[in-house]
């Protein structure tokens, strides 16, 4: 069954209730043998259009990772990306902002980490935890020392919003596209991977107490989800939501809307001009 790209994506104006949204859909493969090999068969795609994406050179593909402790977010980076030449794709993780960060407008420390015009950049969380775990615990607004006026709680979050949307629209018309991933997890399968992450000694260093902390505000968390993706969700930045509770079916079908996406760009190799051409004849006969 081919994966279509369209079936997770979120339309622009849409407004999203997760409820309604499945954790779980019917497997792309059919053994753990079939899934190996389509994933393969997906890296290996990935592999071969990374070099012409980077001697293209005209696109930057940015790819943004969001979803509760233990969605799979980083094994999803890790098994769909292990083709790509680490030269031309960086990844970048953002937790707790620094002191410094907090010095600046939200967006200055992930904007410092943007993909050059040729590269893949990928983003493990990013500046929407700034309207997903900011908006759960808005207390933490204090520590960025803003403004009184900026605080108006009837504007604030669209305003953030807006600043994410125009930010958005300025790196598209700037070559950058962005994809940008919402692991959907139901709540019951988090359970599963936590017990898993205090079961099995070696996973024991992926657990700590705040993310039992967290999960208590989960019906927060996914009004504020609701409410991110139905508000940026644009045509130029799209908002997928990728089932998650099978960590393998996820990996496939992000792996498909990467492939899709850089085949959309209609990229190709540098035509070389007829004096370069001659160039090259000379140095070949030197040879």
Same mark, same amino acid.
Request: aromatic share 10%; glycine share 4%.
């Given at each position: ?43 290996? =795609? ?28 980083? #094994? %999803? ?15 970048? #993780?953002?937790?707790?902002?620094? %002191? ?20 893949? #950049? ?52 700037? #070559?950058?596209?962005?994809? !940008? ?5 139901? !709540? ?55 089932? %998650?509770?099978?960590?393998?079916? =996820? ?9 899709? =996406? ?26």
């Amino acid at each position: 069954m081919k994966i279509n790209s369209k079936d997770f994506r979120v339309r622009p104006g849409e407004k999203i209730k997760l409820k309604e949204w499945p954790t779980i859909v019917p497997p792309f493969y059919k053994s753990k043998k079939q899934y190996k090999k389509l994933l393969e068969e997906h890296v290996e =795609a990935l592999s071969s259009l990374q070099p012409l994406h980077y001697a293209s050179g005209r696109y930057a593909l940015l790819l943004i990772f969001q979803g509760m402790d233990a969605a799979g977010k980083d #094994g %999803a980076i890790r098994h769909v990306m292990s083709g790509v030449n680490p030269q031309g794709c960086e990844v970048f #993780g953002f937790k707790q902002p620094s %002191a410094e960060e907090l010095k600046h407008d939200f967006l200055w420390r992930t904007t410092c980490r943007l993909p050059e015009r040729g590269r893949i #950049g990928i983003f493990n969380r990013s500046y929407y935890e700034e309207v997903l775990v900011v908006r759960v615990h808005p207390e933490t607004l204090r520590e960025q020392g803003l403004p009184d006026e900026s605080l108006d709680e009837k504007t604030f979050w669209e305003d953030r919003y807006r600043s994410i949307i125009d930010l958005e629209e300025h790196l598209h018309r700037n #070559g950058t596209r962005i994809i !940008k991933f919402y692991l959907h997890l139901s !709540k019951e399968e988090q359970r599963k991977r936590f017990l898993e992450r205090i079961d099995e000694p070696d996973k024991n260093w992926k657990f700590s107490l705040a993310d039992i902390h967290e999960r208590k505000y989960w019906q927060h968390y996914m009004k504020a989800f609701e409410a991110c993706l139905s508000s940026t969700s644009t045509p130029h930045a799209h908002w997928y939501v990728v089932p %998650a509770d099978d960590k393998e079916n =996820a990996r496939l079908i992000i792996s498909q809307i990467v492939l899709d =996406a850089l085949d959309e760009l209609k990229m190709a190799y540098p035509k070389i001009t007829e004096k370069r051409r001659q160039e090259l004849k000379t140095i070949r006969s030197q040879l």
